[in-house]
């Protein structure tokens, strides 16, 4: 059959596009099975809040199935314009469009095929290490792996809408082309851009607005809302930014005659002005996914190194037990009988009583009761003479001086006012009474007034009862006396805490959030290459012909590399720029978000921030270097294929 052969010919004669196609598709695959398998072959549902888990994992796979198709068009977008060159001369030579159609579904299909291949079974191979690294994640001994077919048949059909979605573009795309003209359409030059001055101006004003509302996120309740909001319009800020700023700049350069008329200056500028509304939207995805994956494994590692701080916040013992009033001796009775029947030693209870906390936002030396998306604390009050002797001290106090605990707020007034009333202050910096009522994310703040009648009149709402004990014995009896408690005494869990219950949810979350960020940002990496390096071999074979003709008329080929150099180096710095300056004016909202959790801790944020841009900035140089061969090779010698 001479259409299998064209298209076998077709795969083998382009090696240096389709390898890369196949590399792609294959790892994309191979995540895509990962996924599935983590969902679908193990018992992650039944173990210990895996429910969270497995819907994290859920939404990380139709992620990664977003970005494998979005990419592999990408890809097809360039490599339908390489194929019209050869199916153009097929149509001269006598096939029709039925023929052209022929071609396109056997070679997309061969990719398919070869993808899925390679893909399901590296797939099945590195789906063991990633269950080893999910389940140290996850710190869930009970869970185990077994193998169904299942994730093989999701992948397969996943991927073949994916490759159907492509045939079917190839087919229109071929659909509205006169056969004859396919061979002059692959070499139409791109005409020149025009200069769009008042979109470039709107582009640098959204992305500031994106910036501005990033850097003034505040760690409240609207924290989310702004971020999604201000990642909004840094995305769109960037398209314009990168599409007609650069637009602006390249012409700007152009009339700078000290600048422009020079080879190497002179051949990169005017190569890049000719392209660039197509290079613009490239280059402004390739520092967005790069933005991706700096916040994703920022954000993720963080939440992991942060979990143990957010457990002894909301709860300093080993179980806390909130209520509207004292345990009864009946309750206490059932705890002590419930701790020998699963063999556990209990310490002194401790018990704290507070005012119900009053959520409200607190504005320079002023605390304003209020729930809205402004709130971000909540507030209680006691007297001097309990929190004296929970925490073994000798504090006295005015009727106008406060004693004031807020961790992770860093209050420096020396006074505040609630409710009329200034008091002086005198910050603590313990507390081991303290806890979050209800798991609320909104920082807790202490105050100690001088007895019972100011903390009273500080925040007039209900006492509420806080007591909590540690327990000794095995982490499963623990777990299980906690769970029994809870249940046999029917209290809320938001009135309940368990420190071995808590780790395991937040194991689950958490660790499930790193897993599926170092999944995704494999994925994203995969498609800042594969962008770059079509995009470079897109251009090579664009210029390729305009070098040979420079070359014909006196161009060294010392002045070659050098321009090849300038437009490559110009092309690669700007994404990379932009995503380190995506992610300083991120790291503010990122700030605000893990304060809200509690979990935020600068020294941990600098150093995954540092690590996460070198690790990025190293691989981005060697993909550079690769594709930057890649590109030589091709415009160097005219004939290559």
């Known amino acids: 059959m001479i259409q299998l052969k064209l298209a076998l010919h077709n795969l083998v004669k382009s090696k240096n596009q389709s390898l890369p196609f196949i590399f792609s598709n294959s790892m994309w695959v191979i995540i895509t099975y990962i996924f599935l398998s983590m969902i679908y072959n193990t018992n ?19 992620f990664v199935i977003l970005i494998a198709a979005l990419s592999t068009f990408y890809a097809e977008r360039l490599l339908s314009k390489q194929r019209m060159q050869e199916l153009g001369l097929y149509s001269m030579l006598g096939l029709t469009k039925r023929h052209l159609r022929q071609i396109i579904l056997l070679e997309n299909s061969l990719f398919y ?18 269950f080893m690294s999910l389940k140290s994640l996850l710190g869930a001994s009970s869970l185990h792996q077994s193998f169904t077919l299942l994730p093989l048949l999701y992948v397969a059909v996943i991927f073949a809408g994916i490759f159907i979605l492509i045939i079917l573009f190839d087919f229109w795309g071929l659909r509205k082309v006169n056969p004859i003209n396919l061979w002059a359409k692959s070499s139409q030059p791109e005409k020149e851009p025009k200069s769009h ?33 201000a990642i909004m319009f840094v995305v769109v800020g960037s ?10 700049l390249l012409k700007a350069l152009k009339k700078n005659q000290n600048y422009y008329y ?62 509207k009033a004292p345990l009864s001796t009946t309750a206490n009775q059932t705890i002590h009988r419930l701790a020998n029947n699963y063999q556990i030693t209990m310490s002194q209870p401790q018990t704290l009583i507070v005012t119900t906390p009053v959520m409200g936002a607190l504005s320079g030396n002023q605390f304003n009761s209020q729930f809205n998306t402004k709130t971000e604390y909540t507030l209680s009050s006691l007297d001097l003479k309990q929190y004296n002797h929970l925490q073994n001290t000798n504090y006295h106090l005015k009727n106008n001086e406060v004693l004031l605990y807020a961790p992770g707020s860093n209050y420096s007034q020396r006074h505040l006012t609630i409710r009329g009333r200034t008091f002086k202050v005198k910050p603590v910096q313990r507390f081991n009474g303290a806890f979050v009522y209800s798991h609320t994310i909104y920082k807790s703040i202490f105050i100690v007034a001088a007895n019972k009648t100011i903390a009273k009149q500080l925040n007039p ?41 808590m780790r395991d949810l ?55 590399k050098k321009a090849i150099q300038s437009q490559v180096l110009t092309v690669f710095t700007l994404p990379i720029i932009g995503a380190v300056l995506n992610l300083i004016f991120a790291l503010p909202a990122i700030k605000s978000v893990l304060t809200i959790f509690s979990m935020y801790n600068l020294k941990i944020l600098l150093i995954v921030s540092l690590l996460t841009i070198s690790v990025l900035i190293i691989s981005y140089m ?18 290559t294929d």
């Open 622 to 639: 060697l993909i550079y270097l690769a594709t930057t061969t890649m590109y030589r090779r091709i415009v160097e010698n005219p004939s």
């Open 506 to 560: 937040l194991k689950a979350m958490f660790g499930s959030l790193l897993f599926m960020g170092i999944l995704i940002s494999i994925v994203m990496i995969c498609a800042t290459t594969m962008i770059i390096y079509y995009k470079q071999v897109s251009e090579g074979y664009a210029d390729k012909d305009h070098y040979h003709i420079m070359s014909k008329i006196g161009l060294s080929k010392k002045e070659t």
């Open 239 to 248: 398209y314009l930014v990168f599409i007609t700023a650069s637009i602006s």
């Open 44 to 62: 992650i549902k039944t173990n210990s809040y895996g429910t969270v888990a497995n819907y994290i994992l859920k939404l990380g796979l139709v």
């Open 461 to 501: 709402q209900p006492y509420i009862y806080a007591q909590g004990f540690n327990t000794h014995g095995t982490k499963r009896h623990q777990k299980q006396f906690a769970k029994t408690v809870q249940k046999t005494l029917n209290i809320d869990p938001g009135n309940f805490t368990s420190k071995y219950i």
């Open 197 to 229: 001055i008042l979109l470039a101006v709107l582009g640098i004003i959204i992305l500031l607005i994106g910036y501005y509302i990033s850097v003034t996120v505040r760690p409240t309740g609207a924290a989310f809302g702004q971020f999604i909001i």
């Open 262 to 323: 020079k080879p190497n200056h002179f051949i990169s500028v005017s190569n890049m002005l000719y392209r660039m509304k197509q290079n613009g939207a490239g280059l402004a995805s390739i520092s967005l996914l790069c933005t991706s994956i700096l916040v994703a494994l920022i954000a993720s590692v963080s939440l992991v190194a942060g979990q143990k701080n957010l457990i002894n916040l909301w709860s300093p013992r080993d179980i806390q037990i909130v209520s």
């Open 113 to 130: 095929m070869i993808c899925i291949i390679i893909g399901s079974t590296l797939g099945m191979t590195f789906s063991k290490l990633a």
